[in-house]
Each structure stands twice: as C-alpha cells, then as structure tokens.
C-alpha cells in the first residue's frame, strides 16, 4: 500500500480541524493548517509534481526546513511514487555533492531562506527553489515554483505501490566516511511505524506533539512527521529547539507528547521555573544513549520518566521501552514486535552467551534491503539475512536491552576490550561531571591510552575534580579501564542529532599530542 493513502485517509475525517502549527523559535504560531487546507494543497501538489513529469521511483532531493510546504509535499511526492531524499542544509558542499551525485535526482526542491542561509548548498544547487537535476548539468534554475504551481490543476490519483517500492532515500549522517543511501519502502514505514506509535505507544488523533527535531533524519521525519500522520495526531513544528521555549510551549498548546534527543533532555533540566506539564503523556528520547543521570534528574525534577527507544536509519525502529510497563534506565527496553534481535561475538559471528556483550543483529520487515547502488556495503552490512549494526548490546534476564557502544569504537588496551561507555557511566556519577566523552589516542606500549573529556563549570577546581574522578575509576573498573588522561573541553563535537562525533575529538586529541 502507498503511506500516502493513510495519510490521506486521516486528513480526510473531521477536514475542519486544526491539525498543524508552525512555532517560530520564541514559541509563537506563525502558520496553522486545518486538515482541508493540507489536502487541497496536496492535490494541488500532485497535480504540479504530475504536470512536471515527476513519476514512480524518480528521485526527488527535500529541503524544506520546517516550512508550511513541508506535509504537503511530502504526501503528494509519496502519492505520485516518487522517492524522497531528504538533505540536511548544514551538510558541507562536498557532502551535498556526493548526495547529488549518488541520487541521480530529477529535481531538488528547497526554499530561498535554505539557499541563503547555506552558502554550500548555493554552491550545491544554483539560486531556484526547484532545480531540475536531470536536464541542468550545472543544475540551473528550470521553472519557478510559482509557475508550476499556478498553472496546475489538483489531482487525487495515488499512484499503487509494490513491497519493494521505496518511499525515502535517506543518507546516513555521514560523519564517518561517506554518506550511504539508506532505501526505506512503503511497506517498513507503515508496518514499523504502527507498531511503535499506535500498538506500543498509543499514539492517537487525541494527542499533539511538539516537534523539535530537524525534519530531514529518520528521527524527526519517519518519527515525527509520518508517525503524525499515520496516528493523526496534531503536531506543532518549532523551528529551533530551544529547553525554555519547548517547557513553555508545552504549557501553552496542551502538548501530550514530546520526542527528543538526550542533549535536549539534559538542556531542558537546566531550565528553571514553574511549568504546567500536566498534559504530557510521553516523552520519548533516542538516536543516542540517554544517560542514567538525565533519566533520573528529568523524573526527579519534572516527574516524568523518559521514554527510551533504539532505533537506525536501515532498520527504522528495533526496540522501545513499554508504555504502561517499567521502564529501565540505561536501557532502550524490549524488542518490537516482528523485529528478531541476535547479540552476536563480531569475531567469531556465533551468538554470545546469555547476557553478554556482543554486536546487534537484526532483522524483519523493518530492515532496508541494501545501500542505494552500492553492493560492496550492503555485503560487509548484512549476514546470513541478518543486518549487523555496529552497535555493541546486552540484554538483561528481563529482556531488556542496553546500548553499551559501538564496534568501532572499541578501545583495545594491550588486548583488552574497553567501551568508552562504561568508564562514562562512572565519570557521569560525579555531579559535576555536566558531559563527558571517553576515547584514546594511539600509546607505543599498549597500542592505546584512554583519554576523559570532561565538561564541567567554569568555577569547578579541576584539578580537585580529576582527582576525584580517579578515585572513583580505581574503585569501580579494573586497572586496564581507567583512564590514563583526563582534558577539561569547554563542549563536546556532537552532531545535529545530538550524535557524539568521537572521531573528530579522537582526531583533535590526537593531533594535540603529536
Ligand atoms: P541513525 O541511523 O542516524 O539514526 O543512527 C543510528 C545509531 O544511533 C545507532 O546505530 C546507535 O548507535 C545510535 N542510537 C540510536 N538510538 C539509540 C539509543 N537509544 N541509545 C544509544 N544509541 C542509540
């Protein structure tokens, strides 16, 4: 089936109710849109997309910030067939040509604010709003929006799909080596998204969620926008996560469901004040570790207990914590139904022991099917039908499973495994510990040496707080998993998402010592 048909279908019942709002980053409506205004201005979307020539499996680049267009567009996009490739603006030039270049695009279509604001997408795209990929080897403008859009009639027709069709291109973050095209279909999207937000999380028409997070990753798009309008719930797009606007617009608009990343949450518990959150049901936080601190300040200090999930671009969402079960800190909870999850040893590809540390495999209908022309990544990514990836897991004797790293980054001391993980968990205990990031540079005698990145207050005795973190590590991990350097970092590199980029404080640190 077409997402778009179920989109359509929610937009169709009660067509006079406000179901989107855009906040400006103070927390003000800028736009609303009933259900009627999203449908005619699909049709009429459709109509213009059918009328350029835009049919299935066409590639079509989306950058749209969080503009009125962006629900419109989406749906009649998915409705003709084509596959959307959403961009991030902020990619470097370079990066937006590798895109280009692997997504063999028809037409890009963005805003004049994103042209302006992203000097390497200028570079990337010529000055239009909608660019013709194909028939523009230098990518000139071709037809003002304007234009195909007035000179358009609306049109209904959606076009059929098949399980294999896909419905997004996504390109994974690439902060380590080049950006891969990750291809989602239909059928993953409608499948993994029920299962998560209507049969785990009881999303419904009732609810409304504050959407906080860029709209182009898998988080905020698959998450947010499709999950919105698969549930039909309203959704209220802030355009710049900001913790005092989001606690006030969480006030002010009823909000019942806020998704976010943990730096979101560890920002918000700096904010303080008297909030009315009693219309929240969930607060849900992934794309990276949420730490056990945050988790129990946030209860502590707002009185709601965070809800973890685990998810990846290729896999879309694998495991979440239960709604009405207990919910475990440090732990993304259960698997999802329909998604088969294997702790493997990544050396010997035998499954681990009961509770022991290995890589995550995955499969079922949630898992991609291969990275977009590219057969050398898609056979290192799969084994024997199951996705490995990357990330080291453990499940508990509940059944519960923790993140505890990933592969890459395992630091190996004189044979010895080390996750950077586990020393943060202890760093963390310490409150003056605001975030920290462990990693290693190349040693002469044990191939490694552990580094601490701490990021504290500025009135904060170092030297007092690294001896104390000593102490702590000599009582808690074994000798070879102590830290042998400890760097006082006023930030940690971390990506849009929220994402510790380790590589480029490995990178730094390196550099520093040689
Ligand atoms: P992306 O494809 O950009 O969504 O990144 C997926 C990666 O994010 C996973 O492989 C994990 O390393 C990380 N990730 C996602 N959710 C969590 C979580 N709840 N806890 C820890 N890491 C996470």
Known sequence: MNISEKFIVNLQRQEDRVILAGLSADGKISWQRTKKELLEQTYHWIGALKSYGINKGDRVILSLGKSPS??????ALLAVGAIIVPLNPALTSIEIQQVLNKAESRLAITKPEILTNSPHLVNSISGSWWVDCLTATNLEKCVEFNNVLSNSSPVTEICPIDKEDIALLVFTSGTTGKPKGVGITHNSLISNLETLLISTWNFSEQDSLLHALPPHHIHGLGLGIYGSLLAGNSCFLLEKFEPLTVLSAI???????????????????????????????????????????????????????????????????????????????GTVGLPLSGVDICIVDPQTLIPVKENSIGEIWVKGE??????????????????????RTG????????????????????????????????????????????????????????GEKIVACIVTNDKTDTKALEDNLKVACQEQLAAYKRPKQYCFVQSLPRNAMGKLERNKLKDSLTKSTT
Not at 261 to 272: D, F
């Open 70 to 75: 962006l629900f419109p567009l989406h749906i």
């Open 251 to 329: 006030t002010e608009y009823k909000i019942s469901l806020f998704m976010g990343v943990p730096t979101m949450y560890h920002r918000m518990l700096s904010i303080e004040g008297d909030f009315d959150l009693s219309s929240i049901r969930l607060f849900i936080s992934g794309s990276a570790p949420l730490s056990k601190e945050t988790f129990s300040q946030f209860n502590t200090q707002f009185g709601f207990t965070i809800l973890e999930r685990y998810g990846l671009t290729e896999t879309l969402f694998n495991a979440s914590n239960p709604l009405n079960k207990v919910r475990k800190a």
């Open 366 to 387: 949630n898992v991609f099917s291969g990275y977009y022309k590219d057969p050398e990544n898609t056979s290192l990514a799969f084994h024997n039908g199951w996705f």
């Open 391 to 446: 990330d080291l897991g453990q499940f508990d004797s509940d059944g519960y499973l923790s993140i505890v790293g990933r592969i890459k980054e395992l630091i190996i001391v004189g044979g010895s495994n080390v996750t950077p993980g586990e020393i943060e968990t202890v760093l963390e205990k310490n409150p003056l510990v605001l975030e920290c990031a462990v990693t290693s540079i190349p040693d002469i005698d044990l």
